[in-house]
């Protein structure tokens, strides 16, 4: 077990150098911040002096083995944009994407799940073919236009919600939060509907699709041959069985919804990483970049591990298959 | 056996969740005049020197002062300094106003006029253009300093609205000294802190969520005819163009500085909006390579068609500027000749008239210029608004008369490097001037580009380059007589119009969307000067 970790901790630092090789091969094509650094009235001479004092000047693969050798002592450099360490920006905004994602995430689990067995189980229902048919609007509609509509609705016409940004924050030592006060709570409910829109979807349809199958197995006919009651079988043997793809999926959509939070979180102006990322690439604020997007590497690569190791936990087949080697 | 308690769960959840909104109410009421003000940028820094960028100056502007200010009417009047005089074209003599505090309390005296300048002129400064042929600053007492030239400028008041004056002691005891270095891993203390003297203080600065602003009490101008009642100003950044739209309408936001022009139509029927409109200091103007024998991005090979007048004539009888004014800039725009807006020191009505839209006309010139056919280019332009769009409708345009234009819309990171590469043959861009004065213009756009020996041509990078041009402009750089200076801006500013060194298109029109209960005034440089705002 412990070797299997080590290898996938190993593993993930290759794959983030991968994310950040290729990144830096594609700054090329961001643009030039310099460009947007200076004031057009910024002479030539101004121009190369700044690309070169930034190391702009180098091939990429230098500018890589510049950007591998400072993160190694734990410096990510300068943001262009803001001007202020890379490490210091990613560390406030984490906490905003975070909260967001979790709160999505949950959203996602509270909602889907419950909805998934409603549906499984009452399959000829009008409910459930509605939620049906609702479910695919939600897979289909891009999140910034539902964010868009939560914002016309609740910020503009009924003015019960903010339309932007994250309410008052408390700072619990590094960590900033939203969730203690009131305009901070307010602000979540709208990106987090937004975000959380999907993953309610997709786990309703995950849930409800491995219900049906589970229902037809033979443990389940059996089960009932045993006389138990409906909600034995359902929830003790039914849905208990459903549940190990749905930590998979689940585990990936976490590490989904941080990523792609960037499209939610630049409607609701939340400050988050995601926002941080998007407005460095139009900036071409190559640090941030680089930084943010090995970031994201290294959550996907440890959101991964820590399925496996679930399912390690939860699918007493796993185990088994490895002590006996069959 | 287990058995879950919830029956009807999913009833149940969203029962919670929608009681959960419902209960949920904004509280509109703020504080007594504060002003929420909304843009999509946020400030790069708070460093007075670090950036000359706009979003950056929004923010400045209101901290900061200069020896020099500008009135309603964007006129120039005494700031910082009382008076000054140029008792010979070495040195400009300010006297200092006595009695300004900076906001940390301590006294405003001639030693941090010199520091600043010193600052100003540091490697690392993006300001040095607000000190254009300044060598040095000397102290002559406490309240009086000498700017010692080491050529003469005769716009100098014009570029020193620009410069700012920090606290030498407050900079010295944070070690801020020098502007930001992007090399180094560290901000300065000046980049995230500020202690101006002017009639706002920073209270509170979280790049990228809000910059809060608060009124400074001791405020040197406070009994200024021009002054309103704002008390607080919260600055916040809103990328999204529907969000910020949205938080005006909703009432979270006083104040949108820049309202997506789609929606300013539909602003201006709100009941609680107003819009009111202003000149952008900018033209927008189409440029041509008139350098290489060949063009990159023709079918023409072994000759360069735009080296040819008639050709540039024809582009100019082809674009109908008054179709783009309606149907792209929905009327905010103001169609023109001129390279520089008016107001601009040496703007002249006898560049402003535009060859008129007549498509017979460039068809004639085209074929009289061996092009009877006409033949295809590529107009490269920018992705922001409305250059993009611009070019769409100017490539049409072009293309009816026989010169089919492709639009390239480039990112702008990707933008300014292609041109500063001249690789192009044919470009939309826009430039301002911060200084308000047409040299800024004519030095880096029609002067002859010389690579990097010189500073001239900087951005004139389809290389036109008339030696006539270059005449007048040298003497417009050294000329001190005004009206004399006037004169050969003149002459300058026509000979773009009748060579078409540069073809200009239009002066845009900004819109600054509010509720109605807060007054603006337009300022042409598109920053928002706060002390002059009224809430009621």
Redesign the interface.
């Known amino acids: 077990m412990l070797a299997f970790i080590i290898r996938r901790l190993l593993q993930s630092i290759l794959v983030m150098l991968a994310v950040g090789f290729i990144a830096f091969s594609l700054f090329n094509f961001t643009g030039d911040p310099v460009a947007l650094m200076l004031p057009p009235e910024a002479t030539q001479l101004d121009r190369e002096e700044v690309r070169k004092t930034l190391g702009l000047d180098q091939p990429f693969y230098v500018q890589f083995a510049v950007f591998v050798q400072n993160a190694l002592q734990g410096n990510f450099g300068i943001s262009l944009r803001l001007g202020r360490p890379v490490s210091q920006l990613l560390i406030e905004r984490l906490p905003a994407t975070l909260e967001l994602a979790t709160t999505a995430a949950v959203l996602g689990l509270l909602i889907g799940i419950p909805l998934g067995i409603y549906t499984a189980l009452k399959r000829e229902s009008w409910t459930s073919k509605l939620l049906l048919t609702g479910s695919l609007i939600g897979v289909s509609l891009p999140n910034f236009l539902i964010g868009i509509f939560l914002i016309l609705i609740f910020a503009v016409w009924l003015g019960w919600l903010p339309s932007f940004g994250r309410g008052d924050v408390t700072q619990l030592g590094l960590w900033t939060t939203g969730f203690l006060t009131e305009s901070g709570l307010k602000a979540l409910v709208l990106p987090a509907i937004t975000l959380g829109f999907y993953p309610v979807t997709l786990f309703m349809r995950l849930v409800r699709a491995q219900m049906l199958e589970v229902l037809r197995t033979d443990y389940i006919k059996f089960a009932r041959a045993r006389g138990l009651t409906n909600n034995a079988v359902y929830f003790g043997h039914a849905l208990k069985n459903t549940l190990v793809p749905v930590i998979t999926i689940a585990g990936l959509q976490l590490g989904g919804l941080i990523a792609f939070a960037i499209i939610t979180e630049t409607v609701f102006q939340w400050p988050g990483m995601g926002l941080l990322f998007i407005q460095a690439v139009q900036f071409a604020d190559i640090p941030v970049m680089a930084a943010y997007l090995c970031l994201i590497g290294f959550i996907f690569v440890s959101i991964n591990l820590m399925v496996d190791v679930l399912y390690y936990i939860v699918d007493p087949r796993l185990r088994t298959d490895r002590a006996g080697g069959h | 056996?287990?058995?879950?308690v919830?029956k009807f769960?999913?009833r149940a959840?969203?029962a919670s969740?929608v009681a959960?909104?419902?209960s949920?109410?904004?509280p509109?009421t703020a504080p007594a005049k504060t002003l929420r003000y909304a843009s999509q940028d946020d400030p790069?820094?708070l460093d007075p020197h670090?950036?000359?960028?706009l979003p950056t100056t929004r923010v400045i502007a209101q901290v900061y002062e200069s020896l020099v200010a500008r009135d309603q009417q964007f006129k120039i009047v005494p700031g910082l300094a009382l008076w000054w005089s140029n008792p010979d074209s070495k040195t400009w003599r300010f006297k200092l106003r006595p009695n300004v505090k900076f906001h940390d309390g301590s006294p405003f005296t001639a030693d941090d006029v010199v520091f600043s300048v010193e600052r100003a002129l540091h490697?690392q400064s993006?300001l040095k253009?607000s000190l254009v042929g300044v060598a040095s600053a000397k102290k002559i007492d406490d309240f009086t300093v000498d700017l010692i030239m080491r050529d003469p400028n005769p716009i100098l008041i014009n570029n020193l609205f620009l410069f700012r004056v920090m606290s030498k002691t407050w900079a010295t005891k944070n070690g801020a000294l020098t502007p930001?270095?992007?090399?180094?891993?560290?901000?300065t203390f000046a980049?995230?802190n500020a202690n101006g003297t002017g009639p706002f203080m920073v209270k509170l600065r979280?790049?990228?969520?809000?910059t809060v602003l608060v009124e400074n009490p001791n405020w040197w101008n406070k009994a200024s005819a021009e002054k309103g009642n704002i008390t607080q100003v919260e600055m916040?950044?809103?990328?999204?163009n529907?969000?910020?739209v949205?938080?005006l309408?909703?009432?979270?936001v006083d104040f949108v500085l820049d309202p997506p022009q789609q929606d300013v139509a539909r602003l201006k029927k709100e009941a609680n909006i107003r819009v009111s409109e202003g000149s952008d200091a900018r033209i927008q103007y189409f440029a041509f390579d008139q350098f290489r024998d060949e063009l990159l991005y023709s079918n023409v090979k072994g000759k360069n068609p735009f080296k040819d007048l008639r050709v540039r004539q024809a582009v100019a009888y082809a674009i109908d500027a008054s179709a783009i004014r309606q149907v792209v800039m929905r009327g905010m725009s103001i169609p023109t000749g001129s390279l520089v807006p008016e107001g601009t020191q040496g703007y002249t009505k006898d560049a402003e008239k535009r060859l008129p839209f007549d498509r017979e006309k460039a068809k004639a010139l085209l074929t009289e210029a061996g092009y009877p056919m006409g033949f295809s280019i590529t107009l490269d332009c920018g992705i922001n608004q409305p250059a993009a769009d611009i070019c769409q409708a100017a490539a049409s345009m072009l293309s009816q008369v026989g010169i089919r234009t492709t639009p390239n819309i480039v990112?702008?990171?990707?933008?300014?490097?292609k041109l500063?590469r001249f690789d192009t043959s044919f470009y939309l861009l826009s430039?301002?001037t911060?200084t308000f004065d047409a040299l800024?213009t004519l030095q880096?756009v029609l002067e002859k580009n010389r690579?990097?020996q010189t500073?001239g041509g900087?951005?004139n990078y389809g290389r036109y380059a008339n030696p006539k041009m270059d005449d007048i402009i040298a003497k417009i750089k050294v000329e001190m007589d005004m009206k004399k200076r006037d004169l050969l801006i003149h002459d300058a500013l026509v000979l773009n119009q009748t060579d078409i060194a540069t073809l200009p298109l239009h002066q845009p029109v900004i819109p600054w969307a509010m509720r109605k209960n807060v007054t603006a005034v337009f300022t042409p440089n598109n920053v928002p000067y706060f002390f002059r705002f009224k809430m009621n």
């Not at chain 2, 670090?50 to 960028?53: D, R, S, T």
């Open positions: 056996m287990m058995s879950f919830f769960p999913a959840l969203v969740l959960c909104i419902f949920a109410t904004i509109t790069q820094t670090a950036a000359n960028l490697p993006q253009a930001q270095n992007y090399k180094a891993s560290e901000d980049s995230r979280q790049p990228d969520v809000k916040l950044p809103i990328k999204s529907a969000t910020r949205a938080a309408l909703s009432g979270e990112p702008l990171a990707n933008y300014f490097q500063q430039w301002g911060s800024d880096a690579g990097e500073t900087d951005s």
